[in-house]
């Protein structure tokens, strides 16, 4: 591959992993995984989430705008309501995954004690 297709291929790349970056920093809060995980059994309403949350509805929703603006979550307004939704369905993988890390780390840290 000559080296102007190999810089093409990496600004490509580049883009794409900005774009993973941004959904992985939209993730990277606790309270934002807590709303998703509440999310994955149904529409909820911001009160709901706020309570959840344990924060102001000011707090949660800007958490909710990130999340949004990632392509993660999508809103429906019913009069002074808002209700929040998962856009994309494959969270249950993400999580497994999550806690497959966890899991292998712990396990590591045990042996490590043992030795």
């Avoid at 949660?60 to 990632?70: C, E, P, Q, W, Y």
Wanted: hydrophobic share 40%; proline share 1%; aromatic share 4%.
């Amino acid at each position: 591959m000559c080296l102007h297709g190999h810089i093409a291929m990496i600004r490509r790349s580049s883009r794409h992993y900005a774009a993973r970056a941004r959904v992985a920093k939209a993730l990277a809060h606790e309270s934002r995984l807590l709303i998703l995980d509440a999310l994955e059994d149904g529409e909820r309403c911001v009160c709901e989430l706020t309570e959840l949350v344990g924060s102001d509805q000011s707090t949660v929703s800007k958490h909710l705008t990130v999340l949004r603006n990632a392509g993660i979550v999508d809103l429906r307004k019913e009069g002074a309501m808002t209700f929040y939704r998962l856009k994309v369905p494959c969270l249950k993988g993400f999580w497994q995954c999550i806690e497959t890390v966890l899991s292998t780390n712990l396990e590591e840290q045990r042996a490590a004690l043992r030795d």
